[in-house]
């Protein structure tokens, strides 16, 4: 490592972590001065034209905890982490040419928000500076497919299979080595905290099934819990439509959805738990799952901006409502059904819902309602701490019969009551407050 030959500099948005980090590796081998970056940028926080919080109080708090835990092991490798609070790029352009950065290290990102965050800065920067770009939250690397995105199926089955039968999922990235302590900056970075980000603090509520904080620490050891310490893993393809509880599902997505563990780091944990505790179903189904989110990420960088379109990918046209009180009342757990509301009232309260809620909700928003699909997108976008706009806009569209299900159905929502909840526990945990 040498400062003399400038700076290699790794942009941190949605990959918060140091293990299975491609960018961060490469970084540090490059022999120049390493320092991390990132941004709560202030747009954030601000509220869409749909009327919510782009990035809502749970979420923030759990992004906070996540790049604190990143800070934390950044300094263990000598690497300073750069804070930053800036609703533009003009902060880290100030940033790379004051610290004379040859080489920039990011993950590759291709939906509105993020790309534009991306040119505002690369387009305005020396033209000499290297961008050093790479792809660590797919399971399957893009660069292994054996044909163009374009060609990617409408059809998730048809992509499983491919992806089953053709590919390979990559080794873990090599662990980041330690710098000498010189690496670090003089300079100490603050992580701001949810008042300063313009949010109340807030208690956990006890009926959460989500009690967990951000960070790799807390998404490392909840991977070791659901597997090799209570061997949950084996029991998934029979407990995942669950409503109550921590453990009726992995509850990895948060942590995957901000990059604080990669889908590579589940794969091979489940794939060792396979050769060393049981492999069945249930092991395999959670696999199918890390699939499934890649297939949204792919069909995202497919379509692009289509994703966020009233018509979808499918160019279908339906006589959407926009009506506010038909959406208050979503929102608020008053609709004509209380499996709606109970889910509706949990992710109110607490960011989280279960798949089978979600599933639920989205389908009686489009389907029942005839609500704008995109309305409820952007008020999960705001409210969940697993927020991912591939899965996300993804499963929305889906579910409103705009994207990626053949069958265009509409859940029976009374049918999926006395299923899913026949005694009505789940029902009563959140409707006899």
């Not at 990235?173 to 670090?184: I, M």
Request: some cysteine; glycine content about 4%.
């Amino acid at each position: 490592m040498s400062s003399s030959l400038g700076v290699s500099l790794v942009w941190y948005r949605n990959d918060l972590r140091i293990k299975d980090h491609q960018g961060l590796s490469r970084a540090i081998d490059s022999k120049r001065q390493v320092v991390a970056y990132f941004n709560f940028n202030t747009n954030l926080f601000k509220e869409l034209n749909m009327g919510f919080k782009k990035t809502g109080s749970y979420r923030s708090k759990f992004m906070i905890e996540s790049v604190n835990d990143l800070q934390l092991e950044l300094d263990k490798l000598n690497i300073s982490l750069i804070i930053d609070n800036c609703p533009d790029g003009q902060n880290l352009i100030k940033k790379i040419k004051k610290l004379n950065v040859k080489e920039i290290f990011i993950q590759r990102e291709w939906t509105r928000d993020e790309i534009n965050e991306e040119k505002e800065v690369l387009n305005k920067i020396d033209s000499n500076v290297k961008i050093n770009y790479s792809f660590e939250q797919f399971l399957y690397h893009p660069n292994d497919l054996k044909k163009k995105i374009e060609d990617i199926p409408n059809v998730f089955t048809l992509f499983r299979k491919k992806c089953e039968k053709e590919l390979k999922v990559r080794s873990l990235a090599d662990s980041p080595r330690r710098l000498e302590s010189k690496n670090r900056l003089s300079e100490k970075y603050k992580i701001p905290s949810l008042n300063d980000l313009g949010f109340k603090e807030f208690k956990l509520d006890k009926r959460s099934a989500f009690p967990f904080k951000g960070g790799s620490k807390s998404g490392i050891e909840r991977i070791n819990n659901y597997l090799w310490e209570t061997k949950k893993l084996s029991f998934y393809k029979h407990t995942r439509n669950g409503l109550i509880g921590i453990d009726y599902s992995s509850k990895f997505s948060s942590w995957l959805a901000n990059g604080c563990v990669s889908p590579k780091m589940i794969y091979w944990e489940i794939k060792k738990y396979e050769n060393q505790v049981i492999k069945n179903q249930s092991t395999y189904w959670l696999v199918f799952e890390l699939i499934w989110r890649d297939y949204f990420k792919y069909i995202s960088m497919k379509y692009r901006d289509k994703i966020f379109s009233i018509e979808g990918i499918l160019n279908r046209k339906y006589n959407w409502d926009k009506s506010k009180t038909k959406v208050y009342e979503w929102i608020n757990g008053k609709t004509k059904e209380p499996f709606v509301n109970s889910n509706m009232l949990e992710i109110k309260n607490t960011g989280w819902m279960s798949n089978r809620g979600r599933q639920n909700v989205a389908s009686y928003f489009a389907k029942e309602l005839k609500l704008d699909w995109r309305i409820g997108a952007s008020y999960f976008e705001s409210m969940l701490i697993d927020y991912d706009v591939h899965s996300n806009y993804g499963n929305w569209m889906y579910v409103s019969g705009v994207g990626n299900d053949p069958r265009d159905r509409k859940f029976n929502i009374k049918w999926q009551s006395e299923k899913y909840d026949p005694n009505m526990k789940f029902q009563n945990l959140w409707l006899n407050e």
